[in-house]
């Protein structure tokens, strides 16, 4: 076992486990993108950077591909790490903002204004689909090709390859296709619609607070 | 049998050969990839499908791998490449004038091929070599400081 601390609280991990596992664990809600628990940590989206280290030296990490150490000291919902945070959100939703669960995690890190230009890419490269494919279905048909500015999903020579059984899995796992964004126009990059109109869902137990969960049990920041 | 099927039977015993000169595994797919490249001077479809097969490899790791490296092209290359650099130092000296002279020359774009499948041109951000500019490379020989005017020298040789 590891004992490292998370906001304060002094916690005990098992040995391999990310800080992202661990804090889950805790219920310490983390935002994440690219991570889900049935496929390898990848690390792409950035979403869930933590603050690690002690007094001045501290550094932001990604949480979902960080080992957890003994006496490591981890916040999850700084200062910096909240204004950091904001910030992927944002270049995340200038790439791709006809994604709900990305307009939605903006409504819920109090977002209001995207300051980058915005050209809809329709995919965020969180990888969520390739390594379904291949680690959840076993069967590699699409992946990534290209590199840089120009990196993007595909089938190897734009054929559906003899691999795929149609299983609809990587469409099932986007978080931009599976529920696409139906706002008309954005207003400063943001569709506001969630924002307003978003249902609140309470804890299993609920104390009645009505604020700290907003929609999906993500953390109002 | 058809000739288009024959060409196709050497291609895949070809690939064979430079797979088990490889050593056949998974880690030198690399190292494939280029023998092939210098084969045919290009990636074709059904050498990459042969790779993947013979590798055991979904054929989108091949294809990613192919498409993620500038040195490998998918298109038919020709028998010389010309490689323009269109750095800062090279762009300071006059790089896009002598540029649009050997474009002029060979008739064709950048990437492009030209119909006899002869030259093959294709511009880089930097070689490097930013004392010898304005700079080309021709079949990896370096030409430094060409002027527009000595572009159709050097091309005729």
Aim: proline share 4%.
């Amino acid at each position: 076992m590891v004992k490292l601390t998370i906001d304060g609280m002094r916690i005990r991990a098992l040995e391999g486990a990310t800080v992202l596992e661990a804090a889950q664990e805790m219920g310490i809600v983390i935002p994440t993108l690219c991570h889900h628990p049935g496929l390898s940590p990848y690390g792409a989206c950035r979403v869930c950077i933590v603050e690690v280290g002690k007094g001045d030296r501290r550094s932001l990490e990604a949480s979902c591909t960080l080992p957890v150490e003994h006496g490591q000291v981890i916040l999850t919902n700084s200062e910096k790490v909240r204004k950091q945070r904001k910030l992927i959100v944002e270049l995340l939703i200038a790439s791709c903002p006809n994604s709900k669960t990305l307009q939605d995690m903006a409504a819920n890190m109090g977002i209001n204004r995207i300051r980058f230009r915005i050209r809809d890419r329709g995919c965020i490269l969180c990888g969520l689909c390739v390594r379904y494919c291949k680690e959840q279905m076993k069967s590699g048909g699409i992946g990534f090709t290209g590199r840089g500015t120009t990196r993007m999903v595909a089938t190897a020579f734009e054929v559906t390859p003899e691999e795929c059984r149609n299983c609809g899995g990587c469409e099932w796992i986007c978080p931009v296709c599976e529920r696409a964004c139906t706002a008309g126009n954005l207003i400063d990059g943001l569709c506001g619609g969630c924002q307003n109109l978003a249902p609140v869902e309470t804890c299993p137990v609920c104390t009645g607070c009505s604020e700290s969960v907003g929609p999906h049990g993500y953390k109002v920041y | 049998m058809p000739r288009s099927a024959n060409k196709i039977k050497s291609q895949c015993q070809k690939v064979a050969a430079i797979v088990s000169k490889c050593g056949g595994d998974r880690d030198s797919l690399i190292s494939i990839l280029q023998d092939i490249q210098s084969e045919y001077r290009y990636l074709p479809e059904d050498s990459l499908r042969e790779v993947a097969i013979q590798l055991e490899l979904p054929l989108i790791q091949v294809y990613g791998v192919a498409t993620f490296f500038k040195a490998f092209s998918l298109k038919p290359r020709g028998k010389h490449m010309v490689t323009v650099c269109l750095g800062t130092a090279c762009h300071v000296r006059g790089a896009l004038a002598m540029l649009d002279e050997v474009k002029r020359q060979l008739g064709i774009e950048s990437g492009e091929t030209t119909e006899d499948m002869r030259f093959t041109l294709e511009t880089v951000n930097c070689l490097g070599a930013c004392a010898l500019a304005p700079i080309v490379v021709i079949d990896g020989k370096y030409h430094g400081h060409i002027g527009p005017g000595k572009v159709k020298k050097i091309l005729k040789k």
